[in-house]
């Protein structure tokens, strides 16, 4: 069984562009989760998705966006990039609803110059 | 402010030691407390988790104590290798906010030889 993928892996952006990144969950899971990792603050909740809906949104600014397509591949969106979002962006799938597992991809390492 | 506080930072054993840390957290709405592992360029990948309706769950060299009444829960590793020198993260979730994870901050485990 595939685990969850992302892509692309490693991406360099310079301040004020934009970045798209994706995220292919487990076959069969549903619910896709975002999350920022960095060494000042640990992991951080961007957003969940299910059923192409956001059903919860972590406190970042709204340059920050998601979306989620019928087959359950997810996009997150950064919009004028700063530096301090230089981060890795892990996104992890489930099964809908609470008190399920979550399995990780191995995010994708972005940098801002 | 941090939901789930995790300890040590950082935490060195020998081989063949047990290693232990700890969490702990106030919002008494969590009932679902994964540990995940997390090894350098990779995402974290769920080690073992617990429900409060149990106090303890045992899983191979893996261990969570959890004690519902202090809301605390720890993870020990038996017989610690070399092998389980990575960053593990405890997590806690609350089944109304459907999938959102709150992490600790982290703790690095380096077992010597």
């Known amino acids: 069984k595939a685990g969850v993928t992302q892509t692309p892996r490693y991406l360099i952006k310079t301040r004020g562009q934009q970045v798209t990144l994706s995220c292919s969950p487990i076959?069969?899971?549903?619910?896709v989760s975002w999350y920022q990792q960095t060494p000042g603050q640990g992991l951080q909740f961007l957003f969940e998705y299910f059923s192409e809906t956001q059903r919860n949104k972590g406190n970042f600014p709204g340059r920050f966006s998601g979306r989620q397509f019928s087959n359950s591949r997810s996009e997150m969106n950064v919009s004028t990039l700063e530096l301090g979002d230089s981060a890795l962006y892990l996104c992890?799938?489930?099964?809908?609803?609470?008190?399920?597992?979550?399995?990780f991809g191995q995010g994708t390492r972005l940098t801002v110059v | 402010q941090q939901q789930v506080k995790q300890s040590p930072q950082s935490l060195i054993v020998q081989k063949g030691g047990i290693s232990i840390i700890n969490c702990a957290y106030e919002n008494t709405a969590f009932d679902y407390f994964p540990w995940y592992q997390q090894f350098p360029g990779k995402g974290p990948a769920l080690l073992i988790a617990i429900r409060p309706d149990v106090s303890e769950k045992k899983e191979g060299r893996f261990t969570i104590s959890f004690n519902k009444s202090a809301k605390q829960f720890s993870l020990h590793i038996m017989d610690s290798q070399p092998g389980d020198s990575a960053t593990y993260f405890c997590?806690?979730?609350?089944?109304?906010?459907?999938?959102?994870?709150?992490f600790g901050r982290g703790t690095q485990l380096t077992v010597w030889p």
């Open positions: 992890a799938s489930s099964h809908p609803g609470g008190n399920t597992e979550a399995f």
């Open positions: 076959s069969g899971h549903r619910s």
């Open positions: 997590a806690a979730s609350p089944g109304s906010t459907l999938g959102r994870l709150y």
